[in-house]
């Protein structure tokens, strides 16, 4: 099974609101609502920030919001601050397995 | 509160077993409500799902990595152990233990950091 593609880097302004790609394919992302994303600072252990594409658990912010369409979810940040400056990554389910993506670092500016 | 931590050599010789156990502890690890699995990132790289075994003992492994691999539970001590046999330079990452609820991650331990060097 192939990572899921997410580009390298994506940055933002305080305040701005900015969206990271997971592109997969019919048999993982496209294939079943089970995408989840995860926030990792430097160090540290990856922090679950949405699951089943859109749902967001407890102890979130609400300016994280997630959606998919087609092969491709997307998660958004709104009202980007200095805290959310991080390596992002999706997951899928896939028959029986899990396939993350290739990673997002975020840079607030 | 729901807390897991890792233990085990923190340096393993090529070609020989990589053990490594998670503890559980605030929570039953025989709930019938979640998975618990094994995730690995190798230095400055992205995160890669090892497999998962749930409290009856029913594991699934990573296609690439299943000829290796081995997860086990001891319900008894609430722990879950990993086992990755042969292992090579390749292997060296940070392993984390996780609880997953249906699709998702919602637990982590804090990593145990490994290396395979002789």
């Known amino acids: 099974q192939s990572a899921l593609t997410q580009p390298a880097s994506v940055s933002g302004s305080p305040g701005q609101a900015i969206t990271i790609s997971c592109t997969g394919t019919?048999?993982?992302?496209?294939?079943?609502?089970?995408v989840s994303w995860y926030q990792q600072h430097p160090g540290k252990a990856p922090k679950l920030m949405i699951y089943?594409?859109?749902n967001r658990p407890s102890g979130v912010s609400n300016r994280f919001s997630g959606s998919k369409s087609g092969n491709t979810a997307s998660l958004t940040i709104s009202g980007l601050q200095a805290e959310d400056e991080a390596d992002y990554y999706c997951?899928?389910?896939?028959?029986?397995?899990?396939?993350f993506g290739t990673g997002t670092k975020v840079t607030v500016l | 509160q729901l807390q897991l931590q890792e233990s085990g050599p923190g340096l393993v010789k090529p070609s020989e077993t990589l053990s490594l156990t998670c503890t559980v502890s605030?929570?039953?690890?025989?709930?019938?409500?979640?998975?618990w699995d094994w995730i690995r990132q190798p230095p400055g790289k992205g995160l890669e799902w090892i497999g998962n075994?749930?409290?009856?003992?029913?594991?699934f492994y990573n296609p690439s990595l299943k000829s290796r691999v081995t997860i086990s539970v001891d319900t008894s001590k609430n722990q879950f152990s990993l086992k990755l046999s042969s292992v090579t330079a390749a292997d060296t990452a940070v392993y984390y233990c996780?609880?997953?609820?249906?699709?998702?991650?919602?637990?982590w331990g804090q990593g145990a950091p490994v290396t395979v060097s002789s």
């Open positions: 996780t609880r997953r609820r249906g699709t998702y991650f919602d637990s």
């Open positions: 605030g929570g039953s690890i025989s709930s019938s409500n979640y998975y």
């Open positions: 075994i749930y409290y009856s003992g029913n594991a």
């Open positions: 019919t048999s993982d992302v496209g294939g079943y609502n089970y």
């Open positions: 089943e594409v859109s």
């Open positions: 997951t899928s389910y896939t028959s029986s397995n899990y396939v």
